[in-house]
């Protein structure tokens, strides 16, 4: 079994030890640390991740997908963060990890990820048509566009869901560094953040693009 984590497993989506919800809100999406050992729980994030991708798809039920879309919040993302955060970007727990840590990102602070696709829309026409945001990309539009996408993992083409949240890291990748250079005029240190952050967006956008392609394949585990 590929992986960095290994440990217990998780026999059914449905059967996660119930944690209190600890508040999670970045302020970008960030990599989230898990506090287990990675050698630990390798298994449980590749056998849960393939849980939820294949319950998903094998289920015609609206309300099993609604379920899966909402178990950051049900559950926690401090539990998703624990069984995925570590795994390779580049692997289904990586990619699935992404797409609920995205989600929660929006959620969370969807008027500044809101003014950021703003900014980098008219620099990435084409990602933003990918990403599917509705005309004008409020902060409200931001929501349900994120929540789409995850719902679209479970009920339509895993890969697309993928592309999708790769396209809309892009654009907003593009608006924060719109908003670093403005930034430096007035505070070099919050730019320099700023960059950072938009690189690190970039390259997870890249993972995205890659785990898309690998699906195609048959590849991503």
């Not at 084409?126 to 539009?141: D, F, I, K």
Request: charged share 25%; aromatic share 6%.
């Amino acid at each position: 079994m590929k992986g960095a984590r290994a440990g217990s497993t998780v026999g059914q989506v449905s059967g996660f030890r119930h944690h209190k919800p600890r508040p999670f809100a970045p302020q970008d999406f960030n990599p989230y640390e898990g506090g287990a050992d990675p050698a630990r729980i390798s298994e449980a994030a590749h056998l849960s991740a393939a849980a939820f991708v294949r319950k998903g798809i094998a289920n015609e039920d609206p309300e099993v997908s609604n379920r899966l879309v909402q178990v950051a919040e049900t559950e926690g993302l401090e539990v998703l963060a624990e069984l995925w955060s570590e795994a390779p970007a580049r692997s289904l727990p990586g990619a699935l990890w992404r797409l609920y840590a995205v989600r929660t990102a929006t959620l969370n602070n969807a008027e500044t990820m809101s003014a950021r696709f703003r900014a980098g829309a008219h620099r990435a026409e084409v990602e933003r048509l990918v990403a599917g945001v509705a005309e004008p990309p409020t902060a409200e539009e931001m929501k349900k566009m994120a929540t789409s996408i995850l719902s679209g993992a479970f009920d339509g083409d895993f890969a697309h869901a993928l592309e999708r949240t790769a396209a809309y890291c892009r654009v907003l990748a593009l608006g924060m560094t719109e908003h670093a250079d403005a930034a430096d005029l007035a505070n070099e240190t919050r730019g320099t953040k700023l960059t950072a952050r938009a690189k690190s967006m970039v390259n997870t956008a890249e993972d995205l693009e890659a785990c898309a392609r690998l699906w195609r394949q048959d590849l991503l585990d």
